[in-house]
């Protein structure tokens, strides 16, 4: 207990996202074999000298990527414009880290030789490689995100599996770190509790925060922001939420202000849904860019 506590405390003074340090917990307690991440380099000498001490190894890929800023998710990078060589001045690298050296090397490796390794040395479910393999063309012509494409293949009823929310990942916090097939699939929901079990060891406060972020409702558009709802009330076809509780937004924009003058949401379907007032429509949210998420 108290060799975690330390872990924890030290892992903290980082200042690391939620999501790199959810992740090298995860490796350290073996429960995930290895994790890639991106780091700026103004934090990579501290992060080194952890890793260093905890007895971590860190591989560095061959390369650099650059990526463009997604419109409308507070900053948040999804797509990869391209690659470029480890010398440039533009671009990041990849850092594979694991408790093994060869399996930090095998995963860098396995980048340039099959997206089907790196995804089982990185611990995702094979259902899950398969959705992202059969998406990534349509998801790259867009942002490279796939959070409706995990919506269009989820075929049952709301509310969703909370524990498969990585939607919520905008807001800093997500116990995944892949794109479910489906927000109800068994195998990422499975793996997100045993996650969420191993850090609550570490601080049961923190980890508490992601399910109180993941248990949600969830307004998704592809450029004009993402914005989440926390006290809400699932009333039929209609979500109701008051005026008094206004929506989390990783942008402010004319969708905020209407979601922050409604009081309720009239759902004709998932990806057709409408902003109200009472039974006035302020606004209609339609089309193959929106989606609707209710996760209890």
């Given at each position: 207990m108290k060799a975690r506590k330390e872990f924890f405390?030290?892992?903290?003074?980082?200042?690391?996202?939620?999501?790199?340090?959810?992740?090298?917990?995860?490796?350290?307690?073996g429960v995930k074999p290895l994790t890639r991440i991106m780091l700026p380099q103004s934090q990579l000498k501290s992060f080194q000298e952890f890793l260093r001490e905890y007895g971590f190894y860190i591989a560095e890929s061959g390369y650099k990527v650059i990526s463009k800023r997604d419109r409308g998710k507070g900053g948040w990078r999804n797509k990869i414009l391209r690659i470029v060589s480890a010398d440039s001045r533009e671009g990041d690298p990849f850092y594979y880290i694991a408790k093994s050296e060869e399996i930090a090397e095998e995963a860098k490796a396995a980048e340039f030789l099959s997206s089907d390794k790196s995804g089982q040395l990185l611990g995702y479910p094979e259902c899950c490689q398969k959705f992202f393999k059969k998406y990534f063309t349509l998801a790259d012509e867009k942002q490279c995100d796939f959070v409706l494409y995990t919506l269009s293949e989820t075929r049952e009823d709301y509310p969703y599996d909370f524990y498969n929310n990585n939607a919520s990942r905008y807001f800093g916090y997500s116990l995944l770190s892949h794109f479910p097939c489906s927000f109800n699939c068994k195998e990422s929901s499975s793996l997100a509790k045993s996650y969420y079990d191993v850090l609550k060891k570490y601080s049961k406060e923190w980890a508490d925060m992601f399910l109180y972020w993941q248990r949600s409702a969830i307004i998704y558009t592809e450029y004009r922001g993402v914005f989440l709802l926390k006290n809400f009330e699932?009333?039929?076809?209609?979500?109701?939420y008051g005026d008094s509780y206004w929506p989390y937004s990783t942008i402010i924009n004319e969708n905020l202000h209407i979601l922050n003058r409604a009081d309720n949401i009239l759902i004709n379907s998932k990806n057709n849904f409408s902003a109200r007032k009472g039974e006035r429509v302020l606004k209609n949210f339609k089309g193959e860019n929106v989606g609707l998420m209710i996760f209890g």
């Amino acid at each position: 207990m108290k060799a975690r506590k330390e872990f924890f405390d030290e892992l903290k003074k980082l200042q690391l996202h939620n999501d790199v340090m959810k992740e090298i917990i995860l490796v350290h307690e073996g429960v995930k074999p290895l994790t890639r991440i991106m780091l700026p380099q103004s934090q990579l000498k501290s992060f080194q000298e952890f890793l260093r001490e905890y007895g971590f190894y860190i591989a560095e890929s061959g390369y650099k990527v650059i990526s463009k800023r997604d419109r409308g998710k507070g900053g948040w990078r999804n797509k990869i414009l391209r690659i470029v060589s480890a010398d440039s001045r533009e671009g990041d690298p990849f850092y594979y880290i694991a408790k093994s050296e060869e399996i930090a090397e095998e995963a860098k490796a396995a980048e340039f030789l099959s997206s089907d390794k790196s995804g089982q040395l990185l611990g995702y479910p094979e259902c899950c490689q398969k959705f992202f393999k059969k998406y990534f063309t349509l998801a790259d012509e867009k942002q490279c995100d796939f959070v409706l494409y995990t919506l269009s293949e989820t075929r049952e009823d709301y509310p969703y599996d909370f524990y498969n929310n990585n939607a919520s990942r905008y807001f800093g916090y997500s116990l995944l770190s892949h794109f479910p097939c489906s927000f109800n699939c068994k195998e990422s929901s499975s793996l997100a509790k045993s996650y969420y079990d191993v850090l609550k060891k570490y601080s049961k406060e923190w980890a508490d925060m992601f399910l109180y972020w993941q248990r949600s409702a969830i307004i998704y558009t592809e450029y004009r922001g993402v914005f989440l709802l926390k006290n809400f009330e699932l009333d039929g076809n209609v979500l109701r939420y008051g005026d008094s509780y206004w929506p989390y937004s990783t942008i402010i924009n004319e969708n905020l202000h209407i979601l922050n003058r409604a009081d309720n949401i009239l759902i004709n379907s998932k990806n057709n849904f409408s902003a109200r007032k009472g039974e006035r429509v302020l606004k209609n949210f339609k089309g193959e860019n929106v989606g609707l998420m209710i996760f209890g």
